[in-house]
């Protein structure tokens, strides 16, 4: 039985703490943005060669995927961590602040690679008690599109062997350290990127109507993008456009500008309502230009599909926290507008993506993922490493 492991597997993950702590604060001080991950897969081979830990390399670049064989066969289990960081300058005052200027892992992904070191540790120590195979995948780009998992599918990250089940963790800051949280079934949006740029006729502010002005032409658009989000959606599923970003080519307090481009995002639950979302975005923007005078180019990247947890999987990943953490430190996540490129995995085989919490006792300090405050009471890493061990065993 796997649960009698459970001691072995938590004195195991005490005694790597000091370690991947170390390794964590180094990635964390020497982040690297999506697809450059350089330094980052040079720290995963060394470790795992340390470790006699076998593995391939140049996975979407610079993804690593080791593997563990037990002594017996069965099925292949996946685990899965991801490596970049984003383009947000630091503002945490502590020894193991980015040195890099404008980047930041303010989204746990340092987090998640030392995590998932300490777990192949403990699994090759354990692999006469695994009966299949662990392939462990350290991925890059997460966060920007295609997405590094979309890349490893097509080099063949499946056709290698395609896994019976695969599972990820994501840090939580909501969450204390020490506890956990999953969802069954439909659990992430998907996310799609929107580029709009409206033409009109510059000129004086003064006489506007010798002009086209594309910045009022984009503030209508602005609103009735959101009355087509509401009038078109069923409102018992999520959905959510948001333009983040609007700028003019010239333009001044006298001056009203020939272009203005608008880029946002859309967000949807429903993969049918999404793809037709696409087409109403395109053509209510040409409505509105038409109708002002202007032209627009409008382009929509699709992007990460709506994350899906096996019910079967998070299931038996769930019960398997609570036999390794008790009944009180596993909850109930809610739905998530947020998205994450682990849906491609989602779509192909059975899988589960969890929560680990990273929060401390005192509520101040526990700043969103994104943020540029964003940090974690690193006693998280003990629960990442040793749960997801222990998942893994209790799957094989």
């Given amino acids: 039985m796997a649960s009698e492991l459970i001691p072995i597997i938590k004195a195991s993950a005490k005694g790597l703490l000091d370690s991947i702590v170390?390794?964590?604060?180094?990635?964390?001080?020497?982040?690297?943005?999506?697809?450059?991950?350089?330094?980052?897969?040079?720290?995963?081979?060394?470790?795992?060669?340390?470790?006699?830990?076998?593995?391939?390399?140049?996975?979407?670049?610079?993804?690593?995927?080791?593997?563990?064989?037990?002594?017996?066969?069965?099925?292949?289990?996946?685990?899965?961590?991801d490596m970049d960081a984003l383009p947000i300058l630091e503002e945490n005052d502590v020894p193991y602040r980015s040195l890099e200027e404008g980047?930041?892992?303010?989204?746990?992904?340092?987090?998640?690679?030392?995590?998932?070191?300490?777990?192949?540790?403990?699994?090759?120590?354990?692999?006469?008690?695994i009966h299949g195979e662990i392939r462990l995948i350290?991925?890059?780009?997460?966060?920007?599109?295609?997405?590094?998992?979309?890349i490893m599918i097509d080099e063949g990250l499946f056709t290698v062997g395609k896994p019976d089940r695969i599972i990820a963790q994501h840090v939580h800051p909501p969450l204390k350290a020490g506890h956990v949280g999953f969802r069954s079934g439909l659990y992430m949006a998907s996310a799609d990127e929107i580029y709009i740029t409206i033409k009109g006729k510059g000129g004086h502010a003064a006489t506007p109507h010798l002009c086209i002005d594309p910045i009022v032409i984009a503030a209508r658009v602005v609103t009735a993008l959101q009355e087509m989000i509401s009038r078109t959606k069923d409102p018992m599923?999520?959905?959510?456009?948001?333009?983040?970003?609007?700028?003019?080519?010239?333009?001044?307090?006298?001056?009203?500008?020939?272009?203005?481009?608008?880029?946002?995002?859309?967000?949807?639950?429903?993969?049918?309502?999404?793809?037709?979302?696409?087409?109403?975005?395109?053509?209510?923007?040409?409505?509105?230009?038409?109708?002002?005078?202007?032209?627009?180019e409008t382009k929509i990247v699709t992007g990460y599909p709506s994350l899906v947890n096996d019910d079967k999987v998070t299931s038996?990943?769930?019960?398997?926290?609570?036999?390794?953490?008790?009944?009180?430190?596993?909850?109930?996540?809610?739905?998530?507008?947020?998205?994450?490129?682990f849906a491609f995995y989602t779509r192909l085989a059975p899988a589960s993506f969890y929560r680990l919490g990273t929060g401390w006792?005192?509520?101040?300090?526990?700043?969103?993922?994104?943020?540029?405050?964003?940090?974690?009471?690193?006693?998280?890493?003990?629960?990442?490493?040793?749960?997801?061990?222990?998942?893994?065993?209790?799957?094989l």
């Fill in 138 to 150: 350290f991925q890059p780009g997460e966060e920007k599109l295609p997405g590094g998992a979309s």
């Fill in 361 to 395: 006792e005192d509520p101040e300090r526990n700043f969103p993922v994104h943020s540029n405050r964003f940090d974690i009471n690193e006693e998280a890493l003990e629960t990442g490493m040793g749960l997801m061990a222990f998942i893994a065993l209790s799957e």
């Fill in 237 to 296: 599923s999520p959905g959510v456009l948001t333009v983040g970003r609007i700028f003019s080519d010239g333009g001044a307090t006298n001056v009203i500008p020939d272009t203005v481009h608008m880029e946002g995002t859309l967000r949807a639950m429903d993969e049918h309502w999404r793809s037709d979302t696409h087409q109403r975005i395109k053509t209510l923007v040409d409505h509105i230009c038409i109708a002002s005078g202007a032209t627009n």
């Fill in 22 to 81: 170390n390794i964590r604060r180094d990635l964390h001080q020497h982040p690297e943005l999506s697809f450059n991950e350089k330094r980052t897969s040079e720290i995963i081979k060394s470790y795992l060669a340390k470790h006699g830990i076998q593995y391939t390399e140049g996975w979407a670049g610079y993804g690593v995927v080791a593997t563990i064989r037990g002594n017996k066969d069965g099925p292949l289990v996946m685990l899965r961590a």
């Fill in 103 to 129: 980047i930041m892992h303010a989204c746990g992904h340092d987090v998640h690679t030392s995590s998932l070191l300490g777990t192949a540790v403990i699994l090759n120590e354990l692999k006469a008690h």
């Fill in 316 to 341: 038996m990943c769930r019960e398997a926290a609570v036999q390794y953490l008790g009944e009180d430190k596993v909850h109930e996540l809610p739905l998530r507008m947020t998205s994450e490129d």
